[in-house]
């Protein structure tokens, strides 16, 4: 687990998403939604929830936690819904944490029909360092002619007062040809850390992160740039008994990320965490559970 982050600030990251009600609007009727992509789940008595075999459980509503329905219009195609669907295995999740996919649905606004889908195994895996937000980033990412992209966003946290950590992930898809594809995994975008005292006295750091379209394009795809900025603080109490902020002279960077015909490639120290692999290890298999519920 990181301690020091190669990664961007979080006031960043949360104006440029919309709210979460917002969000939960532009889902409409969730448990018809859910009911008409899933056709054989079970829908739990209460009607809160949806169950896929053996143990896969679907929220259709949980408010102010990251783990119920997220949707959005996509305002590149507004006569598409982006639809994402925390897919938990209740068998090994529990209050210290989740096991749990993400599948990602591109539905038709008009007749609810799922165009598209394409499940991101892993993506609701947590323990210490917690989920607290998944949100689309719909920004304009014309990443090649005739294809436009949309973003994932992926917020989490430790509670540590001591060592605080957070970051923030985003993952860009590309509806091409009538394929969904994940085309940039996982690249940091947010985040914060370092260890202190808890009172006052420590040493932090931060980053800031932004993309841009290039003009430049490789195997179709546009390059995209990315600025970072790094920035460090040392606060400390001065002899007033005061906590004053003593930042360090800031260090930017920036990138040039090329898309190799399958992905864009960038720094290692751009990675977002990865779930533990011995909770991965069973979502082939999952995988074909859902695809069993899928038609």
């Not at 599948?103 to 609810?112: G, M």
Request: with cysteine; net charge negative; charged share 20%.
């Amino acid at each position: 687990m990181r301690i020091v982050l190669c990664t961007a600030f979080l006031g960043l990251a949360a104006t440029s998403l919309s709210p979460a009600s917002a969000a939960a609007d532009d889902c409409g009727d969730a448990a018809a939604l859910l009911q008409q992509a899933y056709p054989r789940a079970q829908k739990s008595a209460d009607g809160a929830s949806f169950t896929l075999e053996p143990h896969i459980s679907i929220a259709v509503t949980l408010p102010d936690t990251p783990f119920g329905l997220v949707c959005k219009i996509w305002p590149a195609h507004d006569d598409l819904l982006l639809v994402a669907v925390p897919l938990i295995d209740s068998s090994q999740s529990s209050d210290d944490g989740h096991v749990g996919d993400v599948d990602l649905l591109v539905v038709d606004r008009k007749t609810r029909q799922v165009r598209q889908r394409l499940l991101q195994p892993g993506l609701m895996t947590d323990d210490a360092i917690a989920i607290n937000k998944v949100e689309f980033d719909t920004g304009r990412y014309g990443l090649a002619p005739g294809v436009t992209g949309f973003g994932l966003r992926i917020q989490m946290a430790s509670h540590s007062r001591p060592n605080p950590f957070s970051e923030t992930d985003l993952r860009l898809y590309a509806l091409d040809g009538g394929d969904l594809r994940l085309v940039l995994d996982g690249i940091i975008v947010a985040g914060f850390g370092g260890e202190g005292d808890t009172n006052c006295s420590g040493s932090f750091q931060s980053s800031r992160v932004s993309l841009a379209m290039s003009p430049a394009r490789h195997h179709g795809y546009h390059d995209i740039t990315v600025f970072e900025r790094l920035d460090t603080d040392n606060p400390s109490v001065d002899k007033n008994g005061e906590c004053q902020s003593h930042p360090g002279r800031s260090m930017k960077r920036t990138y040039r990320l090329r898309y190799d015909g399958s992905r864009y490639q960038f720094p290692a120290g751009l990675k977002s965490m990865e779930p533990d692999p011995r909770l991965v290890n069973g979502w082939c298999a999952r995988n074909q559970i859902l695809g069993a519920f899928q038609h």
